[in-house]
Each structure stands twice: as structure tokens, then as C-alpha cells.
């Protein structure tokens, strides 16, 4: 499984879009991105997923690299109840989830 | 039930007994997954179910660790002879298939003192 690279820690402002980067130089051409987000003290939430075109739904977009290193969850118009730790992973072949989240990044929205 | 449910929330044993940990996964939802969670850290993931096939038990920690899934439905993961750095929360996520969205539980936040 490849392994994924995020910065610790950001923050934005309230109104602004969150741009969260992640690295996965190593992913293979059948592994896919996922996202999930960790609100203080809850299970972690789904966001959104790709395999090598951009996406969008009502949460975000996901950017993919055309070389898929690397890509940007981008949360539109950030509130202050997106603040939480966004992970980044990268699945195995197929989308199997059975792989260990990093630390993730710790999106701090500010009024 | 809506959602996938842990049982229980909270649980404190004592070093060296036995703990058996609840998922109740979201019906009709093939895959099933095992995550550890420690203080400040990411998830790191246990053992995966998928449908009858034989469980995925790569990240395992140790022999004490195992888990099963009975009827492809609810899951229990036990962990033999706790010791302390089994502290963490137990988080059990479920998907309709492998590569779709997971549905994580609240967790069990297992205290070994």
C-alpha cells in the first residue's frame, strides 16, 4: 500500500476554501485516494474518494495530479464546524480500506 | 440500526483479563473493518472482513488480538491477557463493498489499568 505525506497542521479562515495537500508519490495505477475527516471525539467520516479523475460533491472536490503523486481536497467556503483532522489514504488495490490512516491534518477554521 | 454501533462505549479492565469488543455493522454491508486508535495518533488498521471470504488479519498486533464475524453480520474483537498499551480506541468501520465509502462507529475506548 502507498504511503501518504500531509502537513500537520493548517489553518483558514472562516468563508475561505481549505486547500489540504497530500503526497502519495508511491501509489500504483489500481490504488485509489480516499479522504476522511475526525471531528473531536467521533468516528471518522467519509468525504470524498478518486482513482485518477478530479471529483466533486456536496462536501468538496478532490484535485488528482495528472502523475496521481499527489492531490488537494478543497472544502469550498470553510465553517467553523469543519474544523477536525483530515486524513488522506491510500487503499490498496481495489479500494480496500484495510490499510492505517497517518496523523493526518489538523484543520483549524478561524472566525 | 442507521449506522454502524459499538459496544461498549467505554470499557476498564484490568491488566492481564480478557476483553471482547462489539460491531454491529450497517446491514447489508459486505466489508468490515478493525481500527486502533491511540492518544494523538492515526488510525491503525487491524483486520478486515469481506463477505465469506477469510478475514484479512495483516495488522494484527500480537497473538493476543483476534477477531470473528459471525453469519457476515456483527463482529467481536478480542483481546486476550490486556496489557496497558492496549489502551486505545476501537474503532469498526463497514462499507457496502470494498471500494466505497466506510461508515465508522463511535468507537470503544478500552482502558487497561
Known amino acids: 500500500d502507498a504511503k501518504t505525506t500531509q502537513p500537520t497542521s493548517m489553518d483558514c479562515a472562516e468563508g475561505r476554501a481549505a486547500n489540504l495537500p497530500c503526497n502519495h508519490s508511491t501509489i500504483s495505477g489500481n490504488e485509489y485516494v480516499y479522504w476522511y475527516r475526525q471531528i473531536h471525539s467521533q468516528g471518522p467520516q467519509y468525504i470524498i474518494h478518486?482513482?485518477?479523475n478530479n471529483e466533486t460533491n456536496e462536501m468538496a472536490s478532490l484535485i488528482i495530479t495528472e502523475d496521481r503523486k499527489s492531490s488537494t481536497l478543497i472544502l469550498p467556503h470553510a465553517t467553523l464546524r469543519d474544523t477536525a483532522v483530515y486524513y488522506c489514504i491510500v487503499t490498496g488495490s481495489g479500494g480496500y480500506q484495510k490499510v492505517t490512516f497517518g496523523t493526518g491534518t489538523k484543520l483549524q477554521v478561524i472566525p | 440500526g442507521a449506522g454502524v454501533s459499538q459496544s461498549p462505549s467505554n470499557k476498564v479492565t484490568e491488566k492481564g483479563k480478557d476483553v471482547e469488543l462489539r460491531c454491529d455493522p450497517i446491514s447489508g454491508h459486505t466489508a468490515l473493518y478493525w481500527y486502533r486508535q491511540s492518544l494523538g495518533q492515526g488510525l491503525e488498521f487491524l483486520i478486515y472482513f469481506q463477505g465469506n471470504s477469510a478475514p484479512d488479519k495483516s495488522g494484527l498486533p500480537s497473538d493476543r488480538f483476534s477477531a470473528e464475524r459471525t453469519g457476515g453480520s456483527v463482529s467481536t474483537l478480542t483481546i486476550q491477557r490486556t496489557q496497558q498499551e492496549d489502551s486505545a480506541v476501537y474503532l469498526c468501520?463497514?462499507?457496502?463493498?470494498?471500494?466505497?465509502?466506510?461508515?465508522f462507529g463511535q468507537g470503544t475506548r478500552l482502558t487497561v489499568v
Open positions: 478518486g482513482l485518477k
Open positions: 468501520a463497514s462499507s457496502l463493498v470494498p471500494n466505497t465509502e466506510a461508515f
